[in-house]
Nanobody, 125 residues
Framework: VQLVESGGGSVQPGGSQRLSCAVT????????LAWFRQAPGKEREGVGI????????AYADSVKGRYTLSREKDKNTVYLQINNLKPEDSGTYYC????????????????????WGQGTQVTVS
């Protein structure tokens, strides 16, 4: 199983960006996929999670209303749409998959997420 993120870059405050996470080597069955953000000098934090089976989503309180997760099953891809970007959104964004548990650790660093992408950088300035 591999996860490949794309879509990062530099953007001005107030702008939008869509990040993609392509899942390869695994059929789109039931698993949890979450996005995490890590800013320099800060701990990694989960920003949102999607359950591949039913499309259930949840978001960190800090990003609700601005971050939206969606998925395209035929492309085995999950998207993170970020609107009204703020400087504090800057960081490296990782998608990660929890194939065997219930995804609950997405709010606590993602210790059950065994598959991680390489990360994509988002800079808001």
């Amino acid at each position: 199983v591999q996860l490949v993120e794309s879509g990062g870059g530099s953007v001005q405050p107030g702008g939008s960006q869509r990040l993609s996470c392509a899942v390869t080597g695994y059929t789109f069955l039931s698993y949890y996929l979450a996005w995490f953000r890590q800013a320099p000098g800060k701990e990694r934090e989960g920003v949102g999670i999607v359950y591949s089976g039913e499309g259930y989503t949840a978001y960190a309180d800090s990003v609700k209303g601005r971050y939206t997760l969606s998925r395209e099953k035929d492309k085995n891809t999950v998207y993170l749409q970020i609107n009204n970007l703020k400087p504090e959104d800057s960081g490296t964004y990782y998608c990660a998959a929890d194939l065997h548990s219930d995804g609950a650790t997405w709010t606590d660093g993602g210790s059950d997420f065994g598959v991680w992408g390489q990360g994509t950088q988002v800079t808001v300035s």
